[in-house]
Each structure stands twice: as structure tokens, then as C-alpha cells.
């Protein structure tokens, strides 16, 4: 599961500061449900990205659970790789001072509106694309996506769940 934020606000690397975390770190945060990792793939003066990975462990999801109410689906499935409900968790935990438009270096820069992409690569999406964009647009931000398509030898379903997307706006911490 991931999630990237990218700007290019200049100085573009000062979107360390507003995460509050540092661009030239690897960080790792431990989840009840696996492990978040925040890196930057890009720092530089014109543009930077933050990502967050998360590495899911769907052993441990299922642990608990009688021996009774486990099968293969319990173990074999999208959770680890699709965005849900666990990357809200991870971006309260790791960026809880941002989401607060907290910045203790650089205070003018969270009141400051800065262009940012907002990208997501796999989102279940039962009503498409298309219900993301009557979602966003109408708050003003632009969205970029589509439906990820199955594998040609795969027929038993005519259209993907999964769709691909990004916001694009200008915003201010905290969003």
C-alpha cells in the first residue's frame, strides 16, 4: 500500500518540514497491523516526494481468529497491497503534526497555500472512476486516474474494482 505526496513549491524539500519528516531519512513506524515506512524517492530544490509505504502483515490480521473461522481468503488477498482503511490509520499516526498545520521551523510555511499531487496507486473503487472526480472536483481540486484493467486472460469480470489516482490542487497544512 502506498501513498505519495509530491510538490513543487520552492524550496520543494521543504515539504520535510511540513511532514515533519526529514528528507535524507528513512523512517519506520511500527502499526498494530505491520509497519510504515516514510522515504522520499525525490528531494530536490524543484521537486520532492514523500511516500509511505506500508507493509502489511496478513498473518498477524488474522491471528486471534479460532481455527474455526480461517480459510485461504483470510490469508490470500488484496489487503496488503490496496489502499483502505489502514492507510488512514498510518497517515493519522505519521503525519499527525501536519494533519494538526503544525510547522515549530518554519510557522509561515503551513499557513502558505503550495501546489501538491496527492497519488495513490491502487484504490478499491466499486463506482469507478468517474464517481472519484464528482467527489473531488466539485471541491475545486483536479483529479487524475483511471480504472486498472485486469489481465486479458482473466474474463470472469468485465471491469476492474481497482482504479489509480491523484489529486491535484494547491493546499494549505492543515489540509
Not at 79 to 108: H, M, Q, W
Amino acid at each position: 500500500m502506498l501513498l505519495t505526496i509530491t510538490t513543487t513549491h520552492q524550496p520543494a524539500t521543504d515539504l520535510g518540514y511540513l511532514l515533519h519528516k526529514h528528507p535524507d531519512k528513512c523512517q519506520t513506524f511500527s502499526l498494530s497491523f505491520g509497519k510504515a515506512h516514510v522515504f522520499y524517492p525525490e528531494a530536490t530544490i524543484e521537486c520532492c516526494t514523500a511516500a509511505l509505504l506500508l507493509d502489511i502483515n496478513p498473518v498477524e490480521l488474522v491471528r486471534g481468529k479460532s481455527w474455526q473461522e480461517r480459510t485461504l481468503a483470510h490469508y490470500v488477498n488484496d489487503r496488503p497491497y490496496v489502499a483502505s482503511s489502514f492507510l488512514s490509520v498510518a497517515i493519522a499516526e505519521v503525519y499527525r503534526t501536519a494533519l494538526a498545520g503544525r510547522c515549530k521551523n518554519l510557522p509561515e510555511l503551513a499557513t502558505k497555500p503550495i501546489p501538491l499531487i496527492v497519488h495513490i496507486p491502487v484504490l478499491p473503487c466499486r463506482s469507478g472512476y468517474d464517481f472519484l472526480r464528482q467527489l473531488f472536483e466539485p471541491l475545486g481540486y483536479q483529479v487524475e486516474g483511471r480504472v486498472i484493467p485486469f489481465e486479458e486472460t482473466y474474463t470472469e469480470r468485465s471491469n476492474s474494482i481497482y482504479v489509480t489516482y491523484s489529486v491535484i490542487s494547491t493546499f494549505s497544512f492543515p489540509y
